[in-house]
């Protein structure tokens, strides 16, 4: 069967139990209501084959400046027809004039490569079991009077429009800031993902604070699975092996764009959201 007998229509909710069998079959963690999270932010299609989903891609814009090409999957007995280059190409319509950003695996690399993507990095997968540590009284729970400042330093950190996302965090995520001298220089969000849960993003000044602020959730949810997404330059590992976390994975991030320009900031991303979203 050719690329062109596989039909694309639009990702809608009625789809996510067909891309769920799909993540599975790529050894993929990820839960139905963690598809939901991604395709609620989202637009994308899927290729159906005869009404069976064997592709998707998700494409996540935040603000006017960029997007995210996400949930890239083809099923592994449809590939080699074209089925990834049809997702890809209306994905890069889809996010037309914008800085596109993903994070590849090894396989999908030569792929994005001719599609105009760089290398900028790599991003780190680490989990484990928690283990309890001593933490900082200056890093403690969020209220809802500290929601509108993560969502700021979210920006500043990032330089993207990512209100979205960090709203969905506030509503569905629990927020641990890092205070000093009244003021807000940290934040780190926990939220249920896969096997357990995820830490992301972790915004603060530098990687000590970083610490900080992963410190108190370790001790918070001791004996609990958590995972982990960092840029390779971080300076976190060493601190996650530490304290029970190993590297088990991770990406290679690229971007495409004429936008594509170094972001000076005082904060900075320790730890994403997740790969899909930054």
């Known amino acids: 069967m050719h ?3 596989i039909e694309l229509v639009e990702f809608t909710k009625d789809h996510l139990d067909g891309a769920l069998a799909l993540s599975r079959q790529a050894k993929w963690p990820h839960r139905r209501e963690d598809w939901t999270m991604v395709l609620d932010l989202s637009t994308g299609v899927v290729a159906l084959d005869r ?11 935040f603000g006017q400046r960029a997007a995210s090409i996400n949930m890239v999957i083809v099923d592994e007995a449809m590939r080699g027809r074209g089925i990834g280059r049809r997702l890809m190409d209306f994905a ?4 037309d004039g914008l ?4 994070v590849a695996t090894q396989d999908g690399l030569p792929l994005y490569e001719k599609l105009g993507f760089r290398v900028t990095g790599k991003v780190k997968q680490y989990q484990g079991i928690a283990t309890g540590t001593s933490p900082n009284p200056d890093v403690s729970w969020a209220t809802g009077d500290d929601a509108m400042e993560f969502v700021r330093m979210d920006q500043v950190a990032s330089g ?5 996302l960090m709203t969905f965090l506030g509503r569905n995520a629990r ?5 000093r001298e009244g003021r807000m220089i940290g934040f780190a969000a926990l ?3 896969g096997r357990g849960e995820v830490i ?8 000590e604070d970083a610490c900080q602020l992963l410190a108190f959730l370790f001790a918070e949810r001791a004996g609990t699975f958590l995972r982990v997404d960092i840029p390779e330059a971080a300076g976190l590992a060493p601190w996650l092996n530490e304290h029970g976390l190993a590297q088990v994975g991770g990406g290679i991030a690229m971007r495409r764009g004429a936008a594509i320009l170094d972001h000076m900031s005082a904060f900075h991303t320790f730890a994403l959201a997740s790969q899909a979203l930054g």
Request: glycine letters at 6%; proline letters at 2%.
């Open 3 to 5: 690329a062109t007998q």
């Open 51 to 61: 009404g069976r989903v064997v592709g998707t891609t998700l494409v996540t814009q």
């Open 92 to 95: 890069l319509q889809q996010s």
């Open 99 to 102: 800085e596109c950003r993903l």
């Open 160 to 164: 993207l429009d990512r209100t979205r």
């Open 175 to 179: 927020i641990a800031v890092l205070r």
């Open 191 to 193: 939220r249920t993902f």
């Open 200 to 207: 992301g993003p972790v915004v603060a000044m530098n990687v």
